[in-house]
């Protein structure tokens, strides 16, 4: 099975969810309508709500809260895509000029902030406190995670266990609340929510991990922004810190010297990549997050061979193997 056949799968529910995305984005507020259209519609994967909408099949739930869930989780993501480009003063995002260079970084983290009330006031009318926590824990981790990224900014010291504590909260965490959320709503037992929770956090981390090696291997067209940006923006990843690691003395302090640079031009980054080529960073971390995605896809052993699990099984496969 394909990514696409696991999109098929759930055409009616996917639609019902980007209907549910535009009717809440409804707002007296003109600003709030466009900023959120723009992003909504500028080329995001849904990869969380489709994942959201697999697991409740997965689950057997036979309801239709699921299709608030997908939207909930979407709209959460989304709102920490506006915040994240004012804190890397991003010029793009999927190719198109980021909304922060569009509107400016004030309307994009306001935008934000109500992006992010907008989902809890979605998911409270479902009014399953177990759900709710899931989401709180979920984005207070975010939060966190966001924090702990810019403490570590231009950090050449970052150990890989700090980044990969990192990326779980930053990324993760939200796959994890996608594939956990279905669980709960369909009273699966104990054993198979904690499967769902583990195989969205597995997924997350791959992804991530996925994200790092294309900053420094995909065309800037297939990544919607500049290659290298991670490294021009201080984010010091799993590449890098592979790389940094077993480097001599005259590599780390290339090394450091581009990652604490203002601006970086084109021989000095072409120097880092060399030196994450020479030892690898790249295969590592794509090593690193194929076995993520093994782990990932055991956790799916819990249920029966059906089709909602080859397609989550797809979905996995899919995020290391895309170029975008």
């Given at each position: ?98 909304a922060n260079t569009v509107w400016g970084?004030?309307?994009?983290v306001l935008v934000g902030d109500y ?210």
């Amino acid at each position: 099975m394909r990514i696409q056949d696991a999109f098929n799968l759930t055409k009616e529910d996917i639609i019902k969810t980007e209907n549910l995305f535009k009717d809440n984005l409804v707002s007296d507020v003109y600003l709030i309508e466009k900023v959120g259209e723009y992003i909504l519609n500028s080329g995001g994967k849904r990869l969380r709500p489709l994942m959201l909408l697999l697991s409740s099949r997965l689950c057997g739930y036979r309801g239709s809260e699921h299709i608030k869930m997908a939207a909930v989780v979407e709209f959460i993501h989304t709102a920490t895509l506006l915040h994240d480009d004012v804190v890397d003063n991003a010029n793009l995002r999927r190719g198109k000029p980021s909304a922060n260079t569009v509107w400016g970084n004030g309307s994009s983290v306001l935008v934000g902030d109500y992006l992010l009330s907008k989902a809890f006031s979605i998911a409270v009318r479902n009014g399953d406190l177990r759900v709710m926590k899931v989401l709180a824990d979920a984005t207070t981790r975010m939060a966190e995670g966001e924090v702990a990224q810019l403490v570590k900014h231009s950090d050449t010291d970052i150990t890989e266990d700090e980044y990969l504590n990192v990326i779980t909260n930053k990324t993760a965490v939200l796959f994890s609340a996608s594939c956990r959320i279905p669980a709960i709503l369909s009273d699966a037992p104990p054993e198979k929510e904690k499967a769902m929770s583990d195989y969205g956090m597995e997924v997350g981390i791959a992804y991530q991990l996925t994200d790092d090696c294309l900053d420094y291997t995909s065309k800037d067209e297939d990544l919607g922004k500049p290659i290298g940006n991670d490294l021009k923006e201080g984010k010091v990843t799993l590449p890098f810190i592979k790389a940094y690691r077993e480097a001599s003395g005259k590599e780390k302090e290339i090394m450091r010297e581009a990652i604490e640079a203002d601006d970086i031009d084109g021989e000095t980054l072409s120097s880092v990549f060399g030196i994450i080529k020479k030892y690898r960073g790249i295969e590592y971390t794509t090593a690193l997050a194929g076995e993520r995605i093994e782990k990932a896809k055991k956790h799916l052993e819990v249920f029966g061979f059906d089709v909602e699990r080859a397609a989550l099984t797809a979905i996995a496969d899919h995020v290391t193997e895309r170029k975008n």
